[in-house]
């Protein structure tokens, strides 16, 4: 109602609403329905399905603890997320230039990388006295293989054409590598670095439920012992926005980084 009243008054504002007002109409209908449904008519079992007046209230009441959780899920997230990327760069980079890398790191690859990080949970626990050290080895660990997987596709599909005309005006390795290679295979370094994120974000949640003590994941299975589902969906709702925030942030840094590609390929 605000957006309504002053967008005549600011062009950018009005544009925005004209492209999210169908969006917006949708989540305001969706939230009237889960209204209906709940607190109406009572279709759903209580204290199951709370009604959204419910969730806002658990949030409300939690949000010290939320605030707590969701701050400790990002530390977690991130310090995963930077360690899994910064490995699977390397290893990338090696087994798509070296052929060497390529004939020891490509089984490697085949073996370990298809088993999900989650399964490695119980040796984890074992391996590190730590269980954030633990859970931060997990998160990069699902990072490291479609990171690495495709940053190595990538590197080795260069065309032949690029690394030519540079070995012609005098490239030497180094050049090659980092000015032609790596350039050259940033869509597919930033497929595999989406594809991380999203198997983080699965792995992160489940980490926290099986050792962490703090985190949105501890937070749900912690509300859930007590039947708390309002609290559950006030965390739901909370780590929908936190992974959506943090996916545009990286769509934001791709289109910086891919800024070339506007206009030849759509985005």
């Not at 544009?15 to 109406?40: D, F, K, N, Y």
């Not at 209580?46 to 949000?63: E, I, K, T, W």
């Not at 032949?160 to 590598?177: E, F, K, M, N, Q």
């Amino acid at each position: 109602m605000v957006a309504a009243a002053v967008h005549p008054w600011w062009s950018h504002l009005r544009r925005w609403m004209q492209h999210m007002g169908p969006i917006i109409a949708a989540a305001i209908s969706l939230l009237c329905l889960w209204e209906v449904i709940t607190s109406g008519f009572r279709l759903l079992p209580l204290p199951y399905f709370p009604s959204p007046a419910g969730v806002l209230q658990s949030l409300l009441n939690d949000r010290a603890l939320l605030f707590d959780s969701t701050w400790h899920s990002l530390i977690l997230l991130l310090s995963g997320y930077a360690l899994g990327v910064a490995v699977a760069l390397v290893t990338g980079i090696c087994i798509g230039w070296f052929a060497f890398a390529r004939y020891w790191g490509m089984p490697l690859l085949k073996v370990v990388g298809p088993i999900p990080a989650t399964a490695w949970i119980p040796l984890a626990m074992v391996i590190s006295p730590f269980a954030m050290f633990s859970a931060v080895g997990l998160i990069a660990l699902a990072v490291w293989f479609p990171v690495t997987m495709l940053t190595a596709s990538g590197i080795s599909n260069t065309r032949a054409s690029y690394l030519d005309v540079a070995r012609t005006l005098g490239a030497g390795p180094a050049y090659l590598i980092f000015r032609v290679a790596i350039p050259a295979a940033m869509p597919n370094i930033f497929i595999g670095l989406f594809m991380g994120l999203g198997a983080s974000f699965l792995t992160l949640v489940v980490a926290e439920t099986v050792g962490v003590k703090s985190g949105l994941g501890w937070y749900v299975a912690w509300a859930q012992g007590w039947a708390e589902y309002g609290k559950v969906f006030a965390a739901l709702a909370i780590m929908a926005v936190f992974f959506s925030t943090i996916m545009t942030l990286l769509f934001k840094v791709r289109d910086r980084v891919l800024v070339w590609q506007k206009g030849v390929i759509k985005w």
